[in-house]
């Protein structure tokens, strides 16, 4: 069964930088967006950042300017570097790539944002 491995997570100060990486165990086909998300406890999950084949990136307000989303078809692999870090920022970060047949989670990394 392929999965989704993310990385790069970990104890970041306020104002630093942490690059997340996604990485699928094997081949996913048909892609058709790659996204990350983030959750809290006690929260819903929200989306941070997407990114649609053929199409432009788009992010949650809370991240813009801050936050880029990139990706390597050829590899499967996505990236989220975030920049500017805010204690809010701190949460469960989940990589996503969703086919017109299934949608591929990771188990999540965690991000915290402290002084």
């Known amino acids: 069964q392929v999965q989704l491995v993310e990385s790069g997570g970990g104890l970041v100060q306020p104002g630093g930088s942490l690059r997340l990486s996604c990485a699928a165990s094997?081949?996913?086909?048909?892609?058709?967006?790659m996204g990350w998300y983030r959750q809290v406890p006690g929260k819903q999950r929200e989306l941070v950042a997407v990114i649609i084949s053929g199409g432009n990136p788009d992010y949650a307000d809370s991240v813009k300017g801050r936050f880029t989303i990139s990706r390597e078809n050829a590899k499967n692999t996505m990236y989220l570097q975030m920049n500017s870090l805010k204690p809010e920022d701190t949460a469960v970060y989940y990589c996503n790539m969703g086919t017109p047949f299934y949608i591929y989670w990771g188990q999540g990394t965690q991000v915290t944002v402290s002084s």
């Open positions: 094997g081949s996913i086909f048909n892609i058709n967006a």
